[in-house]
C-alpha cells in the first residue's frame, strides 16, 4: 500500500493497492496527524483495489475524530470491489461516497 498526502484546501489522501491487516497500521500512522485537528480531508481511493475489515476500522477512526472536531470526510473514486465491501458493511451509509 502506497499513501500520498497532498495539502490544500482539503486534505487530498491519495491511497493505493491493498489497504489490509499488514497496512493499516501503516495507513493509522501516515493519517493520524491530519484526523486529530479540524480538517476536511478527501480519501482518494481510485488506486485502492482492496480494503479488508482492519481497513475499515481506520476509515472509522477517521470518520469519528474528524467529525467530532468539526471537520469532514469524503471518500472519492471507489473502485467496484471496494464499494462492495462499503455497501455489505454499512459504511456506503455512514461515509459520504462521491463518485
Not at 27 to 53: L, P, R, T
Not at 87 to 94: A, K, N, P, W, Y
Amino acid at each position: 500500500m502506497d499513501v500520498n498526502i497532498i495539502k490544500g484546501e482539503k486534505i487530498t489522501v491519495e491511497i493505493a493497492g491493498r489497504l489490509d491487516t499488514a497496512a493499516a497500521p501503516e495507513f493509522n500512522e501516515a493519517i493520524a496527524d491530519i484526523i486529530s485537528e479540524k480538517n476536511d480531508v478527501v480519501f482518494d481511493c481510485a488506486e485502492m483495489d482492496y480494503i479488508a475489515s482492519s481497513g475499515l476500522r481506520v476509515f472509522l477512526i477517521a470518520h469519528d475524530s474528524l467529525t467530532a472536531n468539526g471537520g469532514t470526510l469524503e471518500v472519492i473514486n471507489v473502485q467496484p470491489s471496494v464499494q462492495s465491501v462499503f455497501d455489505m458493511t454499512g459504511f456506503s451509509v455512514m461515509l459520504k461516497i462521491i463518485s
